[in-house]
T-cell receptor, first 110, second 113 residues
Framework: GQQLNQSPQSMFIQEGEDVSMNCTSS?????WLWYKQEPGEGPVLLIA?????ELTSNGRLTAQFGITRKDSFLNISASIPSDVGIYFC??????????FGTGTSLTVIP | DTGVSQDPRHKITKRGQNVTFRCDPI?????LYWYRQTLGQGPEFLTY????????KSRLLSDRFSAERPKGSFSTLEIQRTEQGDSAMYLC???????????FGQGTRLTVV
């Protein structure tokens, strides 16, 4: 199966700081999705990307579809305590299954 | 429609018992996916349906696992003769065929004792 690696694995930041995380793949994808998951809950879709080079924002979140189609980046500006959770990237090729990354755990210190 | 609904939210069962989970997708979503997630890992693909047709199955889906979507609406995932290794969160997601955004339910947490 496809391997998606996310980095960093975990982050501890002060409230108000900006956050950057990325996701890399050994294969190309046509679609990149970013999800946030809180304990005991299902993943919640944050941003969807459909085109290489695309930059999309959702409030304080900004994500980019890498030019090589093998990577994607997520930035969170001015973090707040409710940003705490695990962030997953997911890639899709050909309209079939989604492959998920290993996750980035975010802790925001008030 | 409030989103993807899964039932039950939690299930504790004894090893060797059969369990069945239900997923109700978002209305008009033709695609339905099942994923499994263990602690500290990302979701792993199990299977997906387009309408009532099961189009892809993962090698993770052993003979003890079966999924159905008989009328192209809700889906069930059954695990027969459960093992401790089946303990995980089982997630369901749905999407439109032409729109690849996939929305997840809250999951069913299975504990096999």
């Amino acid at each position: 199966g496809q391997q998606l690696n996310q980095s960093p694995q975990s982050m501890f930041i002060q409230e108000g700081e900006d956050v950057s995380m990325n996701c890399t793949s050994s294969s190309i994808f046509n679609t990149w999705l970013w999800y946030k998951q809180e304990p005991g809950e299902g993943p919640v879709l944050l941003i969807a990307l459909y085109k290489a080079g695309e930059l999309t924002s959702n409030g304080r979140l900004t994500a980019q579809f890498g030019i090589t189609r093998k990577d994607s980046f997520l930035n969170i500006s001015a973090s707040i305590p409710s940003d705490v959770g695990i962030y997953f990237c997911a890639g899709q090729l050909g309209g079939n299954q989604f492959y998920f990354g290993t996750g980035t755990s975010l802790t925001v210190i008030p | 429609d409030t989103g993807v609904s899964q039932d039950p939210r939690h299930k504790i069962t004894k090893r060797g018992q059969n369990v069945t989970f239900r997923c109700d997708p978002i209305s008009e979503h033709n695609r339905l996916y099942w994923y499994r997630q263990t602690l500290g890992q990302g979701p792993e693909f199990l299977t997906y349906f387009q309408n009532e047709a099961q189009l892809e199955k993962s090698r993770l889906l052993s003979d003890r696992f079966s999924a159905e979507r008989p009328k192209g609406s809700f889906s069930t995932l059954e695990i027969q003769r459960t093992e401790q290794g089946d303990s995980a969160m089982y997630l369901c997601a749905s999407s439109l065929v032409t729109d690849t955004e996939a929305f997840f339910g809250q999951g069913t947490r299975l504990t096999v004792v």
